[in-house]
């Protein structure tokens, strides 16, 4: 349920009926980005709902009370009807720019790094990319650098101003990763670590929230839920592939999840061609069809030698070739009214 306030209410109307919220045994929300004064009732209503419509509707400054039908009430576009803009650093994603955020699997070394950096940034890249804590298949394969590869993207961030991304996978590690990090990254693995969840939700970075392999588009929402009930508005969602039959290619993108996210929920939504299909001949297609189907920023694999990449070589493009892409994104951003700031080359 929310609470719509009247433009003329005042600070007491809106206390006293946050009051009243809390008093009653729900949780009042107030989204501190939203220019309607809407307070969200949190909790189960159940067989109560229409007593407390009455009850909230007669109290003054209150102009409407509604039912949010969705089971993610603050992640619904009933609740926040425009997009949401998350800012990271300077880079705002969900406005009419189309984000490229660009960088290898795993950060390996700081020369590597910075050279990428720089390579990202002349192609167009608005944020960089890269794993220090990595979630293996196997245990034996290589796990990331830890805190030198958050130091490591740091200092890209340092050099080439470009803000930086890069995935937390256990709730200990969160504090450290917000020293390094602009924005954490959940993982399609952890998308359903609801301590994890609660944890990045209870800090102000933006986070970006990968669908899990296996789950529908609406446990995605539920997941967003989470962070955004601890007070951490600041979340993306990224379709990055689901698991199928089909085994052509790593993942299947879904692709309908972009339009559907965009109905639904008020949040970005970016797409990860690079592991949803697992293989760089495929990558520009799908980034093509994720800018062409309203996403709002797509996340590319980029490594300057993938044959000799620590991890995801295959799906990985070369600095050249996400140079080409770039352009093309751009072509196609503007055929759907949306903007890639580069030059062209
Ligand atoms: C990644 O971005 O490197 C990654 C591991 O992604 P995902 O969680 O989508 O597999
Ligand atoms: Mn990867």
Redesign the pocket.
Known sequence: MIIIMSPSATEEDINTVQEEIAAIGFRPFMNPGVERKVIAVLGELDVRKADLIDQFKAMNGVARVELISDLWKLASRSYHPSGSVVRVGDVEVGADEVVVVAGP??VESEGQMIRLAHQIKAAGGRML?G?AF??RTSPYSFQGLGEEGLRILAKAREETGLPVVT?VMDTHEVDLVCEYADML???????QNYALLKKVGSTGHPVFL??G?GSRIRDLLMSAEYIISEGNTNVIL?E??ITTFEDSTRNTTDINAIPVLKHWTHLPVML?P??ATGHWEYVDSIAGAAVAAGADGV?I?VHNDPARAL??GPQSLTPEKFAVLTQKLKAIARAVDRNINISAQ
């Open positions: 699997c795993s990319r794993g990595k979630p995935e990254q959940i993982g399609t693995r952890n998308m990968k669908r392999l990224c990055r592939g990860d690079s592991h996340m694999e991890s995801d």
